[in-house]
């Protein structure tokens, strides 16, 4: 059984340029997350979307920021316009319903993003 | 201040030692305590999971969490350079479960 999959592990962008991350989740699995960590910080909730529908995005910068998990292919989590500061580590995680209440995750590798 | 609160370490121990991990908090909603395990540029995998007050065991790992005290722990017994890693506690509120709270993360070695 596969885990969480995310893609691209590293990516390089130039300032200005846009960031597309993608997060498929495990089998089974209706719910992710998305979660941001910047170097010597912990973990920083984004946002947690169900298949075609953002549950909570509370945590997602109001700008150049947006998620996705459409009814079929991976969530896609779309940085425009990147900043420097956007340089982070960047997680998804799934759980299947059962667990959606309890904070009980199952993360991806993450997807290493720097922006020169 | 943060909501939660977690020594950052480096903590080095000898093999075989006894490791104590801590957080402290101070959102009173919070009903769920978790740890989590990541070894250097992986993900975090989810280690022991507890609801409330009280103690949970795990083979050589035991999660505390004292709700009074806002302060919750992880021991690790006969530590193995294997448990080498960065351990995240994690926490959420009845209701918010989909939000999680992360500790900064303590960096633990344990040397052969």
């Known amino acids: 059984n596969a885990g969480v999959m995310q893609n691209p592990r590293h990516l390089v962008r130039r300032r200005g340029q846009e960031a597309r991350l993608r997060c498929s989740p495990m089998k089974g699995h209706s719910h992710v997350y998305w979660y941001r960590q910047l170097p010597e910080e912990g973990l920083k909730f984004m946002v947690y979307l169900q298949k075609e529908n953002i549950i909570d995005e509370s945590g997602m910068p109001k700008e150049r920021f947006s998620a996705e998990f459409p009814k079929e292919g991976p969530s896609i989590l779309r940085i425009q316009q990147v900043v420097r500061g956007d340089s982070a580590a960047y997680f998804c995680?799934?759980?299947?319903?059962?667990?959606?209440?309890?904070?009980?995750?199952?993360f991806g590798e993450g997807s290493r993003l720097t922006v020169l | 201040q943060k909501e939660v609160e977690q020594d950052p370490g480096p903590l080095s121990v000898p093999e075989g030692a006894i490791v104590s991990l801590n957080c402290t908090y101070s959102n009173s909603a919070f009903q769920y305590f978790m740890w989590y395990r990541q070894y250097s540029r992986k993900g975090p995998e989810l280690l022991m999971y507890t609801y409330s007050s009280g103690n949970k065991e795990d083979g050589r790992f035991t999660a505390q969490v004292d709700k009074s005290s806002k302060y919750i722990s992880l021991f690790i017994r006969d530590s193995q350079p294997s448990d080498s890693a960065t351990y995240l506690c994690?926490?959420?509120?009845?209701?918010?479960?989909?939000?999680?709270?992360f500790g900064s993360g303590t960096q633990l070695t344990v040397l052969p």
């Open positions: 994690a926490m959420s509120a009845s209701g918010s479960a989909r939000q999680l709270t």
């Open positions: 995680a799934s759980s299947p319903d059962r667990t959606a209440n309890t904070g009980e995750l199952f």
